[in-house]
């Protein structure tokens, strides 16, 4: 047996004893970051996540047991990645890995003690890790940012602007640092702004963002009235990335003046590939200690709940749970 924190359903998350998995592959979580999707699932519910099911989808943890056809042994440290495209259908080809449609995904969550695979997963998925550092709970999220980020254009003196001062967004700034990029964000929540400023980072409030100014604008939000807001506020040549996971009953219009007359582009990203994953996880290891402080909390899983109502609240950034 082991513990997990076990979502029962909208607003209903326990710490419970359920069966232990068993696999060709065996890891004992060492630390799995609170990500929006889990607080989104927790508050709401997920079409993807029908409860009972333990959430959870970006951990690292020491390999317990592995058969030898893994290519894993007992101690091996390792980060996880929680899906994996085919590799193989024409979206892939085409070099879309994050849209296949015939996606294999790791069996179980995060939020509890062990986790598994067989050996066929985790020779493409289990990736070994130098040192069992908090940072490496950050491999999924920063996948996904730098999907985003290979959708921007940051040459030529670009200036960006990162609406939402989330976890994600600050992953969005911790990158735009390290490549030079001049950034901004935008973040109504005084907490947040608050953690942001103390970073050494720009914040505005919604109201102070300069018109056309910004040349790469990320929005992080899920609110569908940003779309023609910020589309209307990028630069002449500029560009728009949804990152944000909206609705499909979301709405939004926009303004195609600013697409014809002023060559605004939009875009969009969701998830990753396997090669942000691996990108990804080149990036942590060169540069955890500078990324490990965007991971505010660290907490054991028996305070999964309260973790929900800090990120929920705008109090944390990213929280990594502690089986
Ligand atoms: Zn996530
Ligand atoms: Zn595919």
Redesign the pocket.
């Given at each position: 047996m082991m513990k997990a924190l076990v979502y029962l359903g909208p607003g209903s998350m326990e710490l419970r004893e359920v069966d232990k998995p068993a696999g060709d592959v065996v890891v004992h979580v060492l630390g799995s970051g609170l990500c929006g999707t889990d607080l989104k699932t927790y508050l709401k519910g997920h079409h993807m996540f029908t409860p009972p099911t333990v959430l959870g989808h970006e951990c690292y943890g020491r390999v317990e047991s592995a058969t030898a056809a893994s290519g894993f042994a007992a101690g091996d440290l390792v980060a996880i990645a929680p899906y994996l495209?085919?590799?193989?259908?024409p979206?892939?080809l085409k070099g879309y890995?994050e849209l296949?449609?015939?996606?294999s995904f790791i069996s179980g969550g995060c939020f509890a003690e062990y986790l598994s695979a067989d050996a066929a997963y985790a020779k493409r998925g289990f990736f070994r890790i130098p040192r069992a550092a908090t940072a490496f709970a950050l491999v999924e999220p920063l996948a996904c940012v730098l999907n985003g980020i290979g959708k921007l254009r940051l040459d030529g003196g670009r200036k960006a602007l990162i609406v939402g001062g989330g976890p994600m967004g600050s992953l969005f700034g911790a990158v735009f640092e390290e490549r030079g990029v001049p950034f901004a964000f935008v973040e109504t929540n005084p907490g947040r702004a608050a953690i942001l400023a103390g970073w050494g980072w720009k914040v505005l409030a919604p109201e102070a963002v300069p018109e056309k100014d910004y040349d790469q604008i990320v929005l992080t939000v899920n609110s569908a009235d940003l779309v023609p807001r910020y589309l209307g506020a990028a630069a002449d040549g500029g560009n728009l990335l949804v990152f944000s996971g909206l609705s499909r009953q979301d709405r939004s219009t926009i303004d195609p003046y600013d697409v014809h007359y002023r060559e605004v582009s939009m875009t969009g990203s969701y998830g990753y590939a396997r090669s942000h994953f691996v990108e990804s996880l080149a990036l942590i290891t060169a540069q955890g200690a500078r990324l490990e402080r965007l991971v505010t909390h660290r907490l054991p899983l028996s305070r999964g709940v309260e973790a929900m109502g800090l990120l929920q609240r705008g109090e944390a950034m990213k929280i990594v749970l502690e089986p």
């Open positions: 495209e085919c590799g193989t259908c979206t892939c890995g296949c449609a015939s996606k």
